[in-house]
């Protein structure tokens, strides 16, 4: 709040409606039916519902199938959020340092991002098909055999590659404005200091880099989690089977093909708190940070 | 003019001269190398390209090419002469089980999506960071928490209450259903709370003694102030709603709401029913003419664009 | 034109700070005071009280024979210059200047004859149609001065306008703010940290501290008789040398007997704090003050010596075409020229 703030009442509270009408019946609506649906059980018709307690719950905490998606979801979060960031950051250094060209390769290693999930999740099922997929052919040459949506791990490591390659363009620009952001003075106090440039990137230019390489984690962690869903559904072909699938792939399969409502509602509930976690951390990140500075 | 030139380049001899003799003087200095390093960097920043290219490449090669062809020998690295019955068949046949739409349809659909979500976005996130930022309220700190609770948490995660709630007030198949429960979150209001606490506190005050109410203030000083900041986050929301895939699944079960984004979804079936040859040419120039416009806009907008996301993180 | 009043005047803030004490004072008509001290006395916070950008906790403010508390900031009439100029960076220069008019409703043709009047008197005509990015420190301060002027307000509000500006400038834009402010003959407030600004600019100074009033009075009786050993010290460069000592019998004794300042006044016996201003004491071999000096500071003009009285910092200034060694001198001091402040309290005695 400003200083010198308006003191009239009516005005804001009629600039806030919209805002506050949309996240109500939006989300604290569905978000607060999720949470009370998690402890119910309907039938498959949808007619009568029964209270359940935590049944819901324990029967997710058992279920293989729930436990096998929640083992995937986190060996895919790891590895997508790992190489997204070091390739991004790999790219974003040497952008940084060159001067020729600069320019052309930041629109060149940027504009990927306008590129929905599910059209990237399309070439990625064009290039790695199980018989004509360019990179199952060049696998194929090296004696590698490759079988998109029979082998579980072959599946996987297509979802992994295109997300990855979906989310490059992010943190490179991110990075990229991290290391721009890095007074010109303090690079040139650290090249006096040492002569070493990989040196003086451990010691000074990462961990300048931090607070944005903080951000990005949890920006990666959610995107892997939630924004694959095009990728992972195109590369399944919307036919899970014994296909991996990440958590919020498998809310999605067990509340509208299973018709699951109690289930379903109880993995919202789930990943709504492990997101609340992170926001929560985040938050106290920023705070800190603005204090920082 | 002729004579300043002259005199600037045997200045310019001169120096070179000075630096030679400096350099003959000095002990020992190390020739001029090429610099390897500098080679390395470009190298890896082409493969980078490269590797962000290539795959998009082979998508357009491969829409100007016959079905048979790609499925047969996989994606084409050279453009064939089958894009003009490719794109006409992406763009103009009409297609899905009730035989309502087409790509033109899809075209028009993702625009309103786009477009909506934009602009819906900005307005309702504007004005809610006005009143935060800009009015003493006693329940601005509830307001604030309120609002802020739904940044992280996507619309993935609710996606079946969403969608119960939105079938309970009959807005399936509708923009606005298709609009609204995206708009439920509170990025661009965050985004504009950052921007506003960075506008000096004295601008507010100036305005106040020039005589400009609350209404006055926002029109005339601080949406112009904004324009940078409301372009940058227009391509951002743009591009978002434009890619927009699981909640359109969900709620548009009418084909003549489709966007592109969703139209992908009825190729990858067609893909899977594996009865017929797919229609790989054309699902290609469908892939293409879906990523295009936010691609362009990304690309020529793309210092605003930059702008708009590494801002938000302040 | 108008008279400013405040009739105990107060600022708490909602946690209960305490930003201001009651403050009573009388701007007169056409007066240009100056509100100086500290970062952090409250004189800002005064002067937004005055312009309405603070809610005043306690007490009346009246403008003109109008009580103005609850009054819009809009409505009172004032014109306020803002330290970083607060120019609306979408708007031209004259667009800057005439916005307040225009939200009087006033029409297009005399908002411009008004603009042009006021340009023409800042030097600012061939700028008007250029973004306040366009211009140098200087020419912003002036678009910000232009649009005070335009309103023909009752009063004009300083917040240190020229500290964003470098020292050349800023002494020329003091002159110009103040021979403009004569001319319109608008009562003023000026707001600063500088006590140069304040000393030359003033009608009168009012000299805060930690949200009080220190003392009220002309540049040359803040100088001559400063209040307190804060205004001693804070008014006048270099500052006044404050020492320690025992008085009794017409003189402060510092330290040893030896250490004696006559002061030709009587009465006050006991412990005090002797000032003496820098200039008001030269080296004379038949002085009686022993002093020990440490370092000399070149100043151009003047030549500043610093070192210690009875153990206590001391500095003295010299012409510059006066000799100068570091080591022992004497001193003498100019006579009626020692200020006695109390030891524990500093108000002058």
């Known amino acids: 709040m400003k200083r010198a703030a308006f003191g009239h009442i009516g005005f804001p509270i009629l600039l806030l409606i919209p805002q506050i009408a949309i996240i109500g019946i939006f989300f604290y609506w569905p978000a607060g039916y999720a949470v009370h649906s998690s402890f119910f059980l309907q039938d498959p018709f949808g007619f009568t519902s029964t209270y359940v307690g935590m049944d819901n719950y324990t029967r997710l905490a058992t279920s293989s199938n729930y436990l096998d998606a929640a083992k995937f979801t986190l060996i895919f979060t790891i590895l997508v959020t790992f190489f997204a960031l070091a390739i991004a950051l790999l790219l974003a250094v040497k952008a940084d340092k060159v001067i020729r060209g600069a320019k052309s390769y930041r629109t060149l290693l940027m504009w990927v991002y306008a590129i929905a999930p599910p059209v990237a999740g399309l070439m990625g099922v064009m290039l790695f098909d199980q018989s004509r997929g360019n990179i199952t052919q060049l696998l194929g040459m090296m004696g590698i055999e490759y079988r998109l949506g029979v082998n579980y791990w072959d599946t996987a490591s297509a979802m992994i590659s295109v997300s990855i390659w979906k989310q490059i363009p992010v943190n490179f620009i991110f990075f990229l404005s991290g290391l721009q952001a890095i007074p010109r003075s303090v690079r040139e106090a650290a090249m006096i200091d040492n002569r070493s440039g990989t040196a003086r990137f451990w010691d000074i230019t990462f961990p300048l880099l931090a607070p944005t390489g903080f951000f990005l984690l949890i920006i990666n962690i959610t995107y892997s989690l939630f924004d694959t869903f095009g990728i992972v559904d195109t590369i399944v072909k919307s036919e899970p089977g014994n296909n991996p699938m990440t958590l919020v792939y498998r809310v999605f399969v067990d509340g509208f093909r299973g018709g699951d409502l109690g289930g379903s509602s109880a993995q919202s509930v789930v990943l709504m708190v492990l997101v609340l976690v992170l926001t929560i951390v985040q938050f106290r990140f920023l705070e800190r940070r603005i204090h920082y500075t | 003019m002729a004579d300043i030139t002259e005199t600037g380049v045997q200045t310019a001899t001169a120096t070179n001269t000075a630096t030679n003799t400096a350099t003959a003087a000095a002990p020992t200095r190390p020739k001029k190398r090429i610099k390897w390093e500098t080679v390395g960097d470009h190298a890896v920043l082409i493969a980078g390209a490269l590797l962000m290219l290539v795959p998009v490449y082979m998508i357009l090669a491969s829409s100007t090419h016959e079905d048979i062809l790609i499925h047969r020998e996989g994606l084409q690295f050279f453009f064939g002469d089958d894009g003009l019955e490719n794109y006409n068949a992406a763009l103009f046949e009409y297609g899905g089980f009730t035989n309502s739409v087409n790509g033109v349809t899809m075209l028009v659909n993702s625009m309103i999506l786009g477009f909506g979500f934009a602009i819906g976005k900005i307005v309702v996130g504007m004005m809610a960071a006005y009143a935060i930022v800009y009015f003493r309220l006693r329940f601005a700190t509830f307001a604030f928490w309120m609002i802020f609770t739904t940044l992280l948490l996507p619309l993935e995660v609710r996606i079946l209450p969403s969608y119960e709630v939105i079938q309970q007030m009959n807005l399936a198949n509708t923009y606005t259903g298709l609009i609204l429960p995206l708009i439920a979150s509170a990025t661009a209001t965050f985004f504009f709370r950052q921007f506003f606490r960075s506008i000096p506190e004295e601008l507010v005050e100036a305005a106040r003694i020039d005589g400009a109410g609350p209404v006055k203030f926002f029109i005339d000083i601080l949406v112009p102030l904004s324009r940078t900041m409301i372009a940058a986050m227009f391509i951002i929301m743009f591009v978002f709603g434009w890619n927009q895939y699981l909640w359109p699944t969900l709620i548009t079960t009418d084909e003549s709401l489709f966007t592109l984004v969703r139209g992908i979804r009825q190729i990858m079936q067609a893909y899977a029913d594996g009865s017929s040859t797919p229609e790989y040419g054309e699902a290609a120039a469908l892939a293409i003419i879906a990523m295009t416009p936010p691609v362009l806009i990304v690309i020529f907008f793309q210092n605003w664009f930059v702008k708009g996301l590494t801002e938000s993180d302040k | 034109m108008a008279q400013v009043t405040l009739n105990a005047v107060r600022k708490i803030y909602p946690n209960g700070v305490e930003a201001l004490e009651p403050c009573s004072f009388t701007i007169n008509d056409g007066e240009l005071a100056v509100l100086v001290g500290p970062s952090g006395c409250g004189k800002s916070t005064l002067l937004r009280m005055v312009a309405g950008l603070e809610e005043i906790s306690e007490g009346d403010l009246s403008i003109g024979d109008r009580i103005v508390n609850d009054v819009d900031p809009a409505d009172r009439n004032i014109a306020m210059v803002f330290q970083n100029y607060a120019l609306y960076p979408h708007m031209s220069v004259a667009q800057n200047m005439g916005y307040g008019l225009k939200n009087r409703g006033m029409s297009k043709a005399e908002i411009r004859a008004k603009v042009r009047e006021a340009s023409d008197m800042l030097n600012l005509t061939e700028f008007l149609d250029r973004r306040p990015s366009q211009l140098s420190g200087g020419q912003r301060q002036r678009v910000a001065m232009g649009r005070a002027i335009v309103r023909e307000p009752d009063l004009f509000l300083f917040d240190e306008p020229l500290s964003n500006l470098d020292a050349k400038l800023r002494n020329q834009m003091r002159i110009e703010i103040r021979a403009l402010q004569r001319r319109l003959a608008t009562t003023a407030m000026y707001v600063t940290h500088d006590q140069i600004e304040a000393m030359t600019m003033a009608d009168r100074i009012i000299v805060l501290n930690d949200g009080k ?137």
């Open chain 3, 213 to 349: 009033i220190e003392q009220i009075g002309t540049p040359n009786e803040i100088y001559e008789h400063p209040a307190s050993t804060f205004v001693a010290s804070f008014m006048g460069a270099p500052p006044m040398n404050l020492l320690q000592g025992i008085a009794g019998g017409g003189k402060v004794t510092l330290g040893s007997d030896q250490d004696v300042l006559h002061t030709g006044t009587e009465g006050n016996d006991g412990p005090v704090q002797a000032g003496i201003r820098p200039e008001d004491v030269w080296p004379d071999p038949q002085g009686d003050l022993a002093f020990d000096v440490d370092i000399i500071e070149e100043l151009g003009a003047l030549r500043l010596l610093h070192g210690r009285v009875a153990g206590q910092d001391f500095s003295v200034a010299v012409p510059k075409d006066k000799e100068a060694t570091t080591g022992l001198m004497q001193l003498s001091v100019k006579p009626g020229a020692v200020h006695l402040f109390d030891a524990d309290t500093g108000r002058r005695l």
